[in-house]
């Protein structure tokens, strides 16, 4: 579904990302894993086309997007939810996720015309789905920290993607919100067949849920396998797991 090829990034002189190599097949769920400043979220920009690189290759289905501009990598398929919360904190829960429905579908807000009920089976359905219908007409600004980061991801899904992208999806979230992230990634994967791409640098809940892990150092892919053979891997435990401790 998604293959990055050679990828390269830099901000003035700094090489940001720097020959990251990845591979995302449909249904699967595959993390990032690498320290604070590997190239994380750059490449994640990268990807959705928030940022365009100055070298490599990015193929979505086979078909080259990147420097393609955001809102058309959107259409054909890619959302994602951000590092930082990034939803309307004064709009509804609802009509956070509905502005992702409507501008999807090209239909924009007309004053004179009443918008409430646009789309509303396919808004509470996503809400049903993540966990958040009872919340529906809460004002997004009074949320908890982990329902604020759920709703992000309903954002997203709201784009009705095949690929969904998430930037470190349980940051700052207690133990109990972390919890029920990982169940509904695992959810959309299983029961929607979404496929997902995430980082994290929880590397307990990367190896829980994770089919594929890309370890990045310094801009680069040390190496993208199955979880055994990522946690086998000297270079790997070295760089990054032994650092940790976490394995
Ligand atoms: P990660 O998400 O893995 O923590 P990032 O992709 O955020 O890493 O950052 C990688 C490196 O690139 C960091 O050293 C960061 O300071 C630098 N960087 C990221 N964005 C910019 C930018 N817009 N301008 C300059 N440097 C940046
Ligand atoms: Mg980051």
Redesign the pocket.
Known sequence: MLRVESLVKS??G?K?VNGANLQVRAGEIVAVI?P????????FHLITGHLTPDSGRILFKGREIAGLAPHRICRKGITRSF?VVNIFPRLTVFENVQIAVLSRERKTFRIFSPVEGMAAEEVDRILSNVGLLEKRDVESDLLSHGDQKVLEIAVALGGNPELLILDEPTAGMAPEETERCIRLIRKLSEESGLTILF?EHDIGLVFEIANRIMV?VRGGTVIQGGREEVRRNREVQNAYLGESGAC
């Open positions: 901000f003035g700094f940001a690498g604070n400043g590997a190239g994380k979220t750059t490449l590092q980082c990045m």
